[in-house]
């Protein structure tokens, strides 16, 4: 459990650059999917190659909208090498890890900060709360919000998040 929590931390690190949206904004329209958008910002290297390993690269391509709290390469470099190569060994796991970073529908920041909490595609919930004017979704800072893509929304986030269960 150390090891996936430490995962966890690495994700949220990596979602540190992206800050959160002063106010309600309108989806512009997007021409890249969630991966190509999240390979486009540069700083999600980690991420992407950890979703094409665990085998998501197809869903987050997909029509389905999503939105994503997505964890910086910095908030992966959180993240001890021993958890990592734990995640990488056990493909199941890695899984988990991912769609515990990812929620079924499009929720702009707007609409995040009405939740309190939000059901990841893992099958466990994620707490959200606004703390200061700063969004937290469990422990990861949101650095940015509303990055767009044409089949949902990344939010970025300063840890990795992993799942309790």
């Known amino acids: 459990m150390k090891k996936l929590t430490a995962l966890s931390l690495a994700l949220v690190a990596l979602a540190a650059p992206m800050a959160m949206a002063s106010g309600p904004a309108a989806a512009p329209a997007a021409s890249k999917n969630l991966v190509q958008t999240a390979v486009a910002a540069g700083q999600f290297k980690t991420l992407v190659k950890l979703v094409k390993l665990a085998g998501l690269q197809g869903a987050l391509e997909g ?33 988990a890890v991912l769609l515990y970073h990812v929620l079924s529908g499009e929720y702009p920041a707007a609409k995040i900060l009405k939740l309190s909490s939000a059901k990841t595609l893992e099958g466990s919930r994620v707490e959200i709360r606004v703390s200061g004017g700063v969004v937290h979704v469990n422990g990861a800072t949101v650095l940015k ?3 767009f893509a044409s089949n949902g929304v990344i939010h970025v986030i300063n840890s990795v998040l992993v799942p309790t269960s």
């Open 145 to 147: 919000t509303n990055v």
């Open 63 to 95: 029509k389905a909208k999503l939105t994503v709290f997505a964890p910086t390469d910095a908030a992966f470099a959180k993240v001890p090498k021993s958890t990592l190569d734990a995640l990488l060994a056990d493909k199941a796991k890695l899984k």
